[in-house]
């Protein structure tokens, strides 16, 4: 069970939220959740590491949306309402709590920490029954927690601290209110107190600095994605036919034997291309996955810097292999039109 000692620097705890609209996204943001959807940036052999607190028989997050609403006595939500806000607490990639091993960088099990019982408990006081699932994540560089809450207010909210609720009024949905930038700056304020004995701060309050949201950071793997997806279009073999010979050589024979050797050329320019092809798909997968590790690796600039070294490498790597391709191909080629030459120089004989 993780113990620290705070000599170095403190570094911040972090709570960022992203508000969905719709129960498709809310099915989409679950799929990642639970790791039902490709997440390239997560490490298969550490998923065992990831736990659920609340929704253990992972149930659907859009039905535990609308049974919560039910239980709140709300009727069906306006039209573009937030129905669900997705927020990620966790900690600076540097932050001394994690203990990461000195030679692979990976941090220790958070389970049965002190640092997984407070934070647990602190959601739990913060958003009562609003909040509906929680889950924590080390299968990828840095554990996180994704809580998804319900922004229900007012009275029978659900909210514990009552923070800017008027009991006289009835229970609302509303995510303006509930993470308004007071309420969120409240919050962070909060949530770093609740750290402090895990050597974590609070940001700087009133900061200008740049905070992206996570579709923001998904996106940006996604960006580097696009850059890349060019440089792995896959080579369609062009065949190449062989002049008409003269009239004087035309022959049931002689055109049978030309079909043949036409057909080999073509199936050896195909093969060679084909191979080039799989090299280049090969490189160009691994480019793809290190440009989608981008997406939440992000949690911190310098978590972002360093997916985006990654993706930069993989996708120089991706160019020489175009860059291979192009010389294969182009030798392919050259050799098809010497085999043609030959031909040629029989059927003209």
Not at 46 to 66: A, P
Not at 141 to 168: M, R, W, Y
Not at 239 to 251: D, E, K
Not at 275 to 291: D, E
Request: hydrophobic share 35%; charged share 30%; with cysteine.
């Amino acid at each position: 069970m993780p113990t620290t000692t705070h000599s170095a620097p403190m570094a911040h705890a972090i709570i960022r939220i992203e508000k969905i609209k719709t129960r498709q996204g809310i099915g989409q943001r679950q799929a990642h959740n639970d790791r039902s959807k490709y997440t390239p940036n997560a490490d298969e052999s550490r998923s065992h590491l990831n736990q659920e607190y609340l929704n253990t028989e992972n149930q659907s997050i859009v039905k535990l949306v609308d049974k919560r609403m039910e239980a709140a006595g709300l009727g069906k939500p306006k039209e573009g309402a937030v129905l669900c806000v997705e927020v990620l607490i966790t900690a600076g990639p540097k932050a001394e709590i994690w203990q990461r091993d000195k030679q692979s960088g990976e941090a220790a099990d958070m389970r049965g920490s002190e640092w997984e019982k407070q934070t647990l408990a602190w959601a739990k006081r913060e958003w009562g029954d609003n909040l509906v699932a929680m889950k924590l994540h080390q299968d990828e560089k840095t554990p996180h927690f994704q809580c998804f809450v319900v922004p229900i207010l007012g009275k029978d909210g659900g909210l514990a601290g009552e923070v800017n609720l008027e009991n006289s009024k009835g229970a609302r949905l509303s995510a303006r209110d509930m993470f308004s930038p007071q309420t969120l700056s409240q919050l962070q304020t909060d949530f770093a107190e609740a750290m402090q004995p895990f050597g974590l701060e609070r940001g700087i309050k009133g900061s200008r600095a740049e905070h992206k949201t996570m579709r923001q950071m998904y996106a940006l793997g996604g960006e580097k994605a696009a850059e890349i997806a060019p440089l792995v279009e896959p080579i369609e073999p062009q065949p190449f036919v062989l002049a008409t010979p003269p009239r004087s050589l035309f022959g049931k024979g002689l055109e049978e034997w030309r079909a043949k050797q036409q057909e080999e050329i073509n199936a050896e320019i195909a093969r060679q291309v084909e191979a080039a092809n799989k090299r280049l798909g090969t490189v160009g997968a691994v480019a793809v996955a290190a440009s989608g590790a981008a997406e939440e690796s992000e949690r911190s600039r310098t978590w972002a810097g360093d997916s985006l070294q990654k993706a930069d490498a993989a996708r120089s790597e991706a160019k020489n292999a175009q860059d291979e391709v192009n010389k294969e191909t182009s030798q392919a080629q050259a050799e098809r039109e010497r085999h043609a030459a030959e031909l040629d120089k029989v059927l003209l004989q």
